[in-house]
């Protein structure tokens, strides 16, 4: 059991050095943005972020949910 946890606490020190390697020697010191609608590959596919395709669907359909103003 202990040999466990401190083979899972090695690995997550592992991968959080290698995090903070990629920090603090590139040059911005900042990680790429994950969203969806940064990515150039998804962008080319029409792939969009699901609050984007809700707003398109909302302006452009009869069919899309309402808000309701209370």
């Known amino acids: 059991m202990i040999e466990t946890l ?27 943005s994950q969203h969806i609608h940064d990515s150039e590959a998804m962008k080319e596919r029409g792939i969009h972020c699901v609050m984007d395709q809700d707003r398109e669907m909302r302006q452009s359909s009869r069919y899309a949910v309402s808000e309701r103003n209370n």
């Open 6 to 32: 401190l083979i899972s606490a090695l690995i997550i020190a592992i991968g959080v050095a290698f995090l903070l390697v990629k920090v603090l020697f590139r040059r911005n010191g900042e990680f790429s």
